[in-house]
């Protein structure tokens, strides 16, 4: 069974970064898609970018060009998703999610369990 | 603002069927049949419902069907039951420059 294991927590000042990781198991790592998708509190889902490890280049919403990255390490099976210049509207659960079939970024299958950032002074 | 509209909130009672909306644009739901539709009860990831606008992945109830007509694609629920209750968003592709976009979400109100 195909499982995405997300990292912990954080806490971040504003203006830093903030590195997110996601390790899959139970699958084909390279050829499937990893996005990542964040939900502020009581707000809606907000894709930000996503990744086909096997190509290895990204794909990032508009709202995120320049501020976002998206990795893959595919020896350890781990996508990464990382967030500079952090403000506070940036708190938010960011959740990785996987691609439905090989090499799709239209849907996602499975989802990490959430990685709550919150950005505070 | 989200780029696809559902509207906020819908209700409906045990047994009944009620159908969610998403509106989007000729460059994202008009353009391909890659909408899908995702179930998220409180404090829990989202869970796919729907895929390629129709498709049902496996596990997921025959009660949930989709479809789609020019640039709205809808979400159907029928024999509502209360573990229903939760809330829906849709999402589709936009295209190799946008790739994916979701809708705000509704809130499914079983009473």
């Known amino acids: 069974q195909v499982q995405l294991v997300q990292s912990g927590a954080e806490v971040k000042k504003p203006g830093s970064s903030v590195k997110v990781s996601c390790k899959a198991s139970?699958?084909?790592?390279?050829?499937?898609?990893i996005s990542w998708v964040r939900q502020a509190p009581g707000q809606g889902l907000e894709w930000m970018g996503g990744?086909?490890?096997?190509?290895?280049?990204?794909n990032y919403a508009q709202k995120f060009q320049g501020r976002v990255t998206i990795t893959t390490d595919e020896s350890t099976s781990t996508a990464y998703m990382e967030l500079s210049s952090l403000r506070s509207e940036d708190t938010a659960v960011y959740y990785c999610?996987?691609?439905?079939?090989?090499?799709?970024?239209?849907?996602?299958?499975?989802w990490g369990q959430g990685t709550l950032v919150t950005v505070s002074s | 603002q989200s780029a696809l509209t559902q509207p906020a909130s819908v209700s409906g009672s045990p047994g009944q069927s009620i159908t969610i909306s998403c509106t989007g644009t000729?460059?994202?739901?008009?353009?391909?049949?890659?909408v899908s539709w995702y179930q998220q009860h409180p404090g829990k990831a989202p869970k796919l419902m729907i895929y390629?606008?129709?498709k049902r992945p496996s596990g997921v109830s025959n009660r949930f069907s989709g479809s789609k007509s020019g640039n709205t694609a809808s979400l159907t629920i029928s024999g509502l039951q209360a573990e229903d209750e939760a809330d829906y968003y849709c999402?589709?592709?936009?295209?190799?420059?946008?790739?994916?976009?979701f809708g705000g979400g509704t809130k499914l109100t079983v009473l």
């Open positions: 999610a996987r691609g439905g079939e090989l090499l799709r970024l239209d849907y996602f299958d499975y």
């Open positions: 139970g699958g084909t790592f390279s050829s499937y898609a």
């Open positions: 990744i086909i490890p096997i190509f290895g280049t990204a």
């Open positions: 000729s460059s994202d739901v008009g353009s391909y049949n890659l």
């Open positions: 390629e606008v129709s």
């Open positions: 999402c589709s592709y936009a295209g190799s420059s946008t790739t994916v976009v």
